[in-house]
């Protein structure tokens, strides 16, 4: 049985074309890659996504839920074997995952429109006191 907290997820569930732009450590911040990125159910207990980059793998995730906290989560892995774990806020207008580890903070935000996500992933490494754009990444539905 799906938890209820989870559906609002299906909305994202299906084939995603992704924009990876104004990146700070390619060559230029006007260099943009493109890629595609597919969310699906697992179980009924799990969002996961897959994604590629210009056809290479690049990020996986899974969305879950620990009802004792009443805590979204992400489980986050990357093309460079890089593991984290995200919180997640998620609702109709916005989807936003953030973490505070020891080596650096890291967040997420995003506007949520039909068929359409425009996002951004910031860094911080003086424990979220100032914050750098590390890409902007818009997803629109394939």
Request: include cysteine; charge should be negative; hydrophobic fraction near 40%.
């Amino acid at each position: 049985m799906k938890n209820e907290t989870l559906t609002d997820l299906d909305v994202l569930i299906g084939e995603w074309e992704l924009e990876l732009s104004g990146a700070w450590f390619l060559d230029s911040l006007d260099t943009t890659h493109h890629g595609r990125a597919t969310f699906s159910w697992m179980d009924d207990a799990f969002v996961v996504m897959h994604s590629t980059m210009e056809g290479d793998p690049m990020w996986e995730m899974v969305f879950g839920r620990s009802d004792a906290n009443e805590q979204l989560y992400v489980l986050y892995h990357d093309d460079r074997g890089v593991c984290r774990l995200f919180d997640v806020t998620f609702d109709d207008t916005t989807w936003e995952m953030s973490r505070e580890d020891p080596d650096f903070h890291q967040r997420f935000l995003s506007d949520l429109e039909p068929d359409l996500i425009r996002g951004r992933w910031e860094a911080s490494d003086d424990q979220g006191e100032t914050w750098r754009k590390d890409f902007d990444l818009v997803f629109k539905r394939a």
